[in-house]
Nanobody
Framework: QVQLVESGGGLVQAGGSLRLSCAAS????????MGWYRQAPGKQRELVAT???????NYADSVKGRFTISRDNAKNTVYLQMNKLKPEDTAVYYC???????????????WGQGTQVTVSS
């Protein structure tokens, strides 16, 4: 019904920057909140940042001041700008979206397939 396609992951050096994108497509009536999560090997998935339909944002303490989440409603896309990257930011990053779909109406949470971000020292 809805697909989330991520892009922008890769390998960067500590202190560098990277921008992740996640575009939603399908039978979309309205996208509510969107967010980014990450999971490192051997660890549980954790919230990185969220953005509401009104563009209010929330960040994990570990990324405050370094990461910025934004959205483009015309493109059904959420972004994560990551600056001053640290080795501990290394993880698979997943986008998430709370979406109201069309005919019949229904609301579901969707996840992207994940994109690898690796930060080297």
């Amino acid at each position: 019904q809805v697909q989330l396609v991520e892009s922008g992951g890769g390998l960067v050096q500590a202190g560098g920057s990277l921008r992740l994108s996640c575009a939603a497509s399908g039978r979309i009536f309205r996208i509510n909140a969107m967010g980014w999560y990450r999971q490192a090997p051997g660890k549980q998935r954790e919230l990185v940042a969220t953005i509401s339909s009104g563009s209010s944002t929330n960040y994990a303490d570990s990324v405050k001041g370094r990461f910025t989440i934004s959205r483009d409603n015309a493109k059904n896309t959420v972004y994560l700008q990551m600056n001053k990257l640290k080795p501990e930011d290394t993880a698979v990053y997943y986008c998430n979206a709370d979406i109201l779909i069309r005919g019949p109406l229904g609301e579901y949470a969707y996840w992207g397939q994940g994109t690898q971000v690796t930060v080297s020292s």
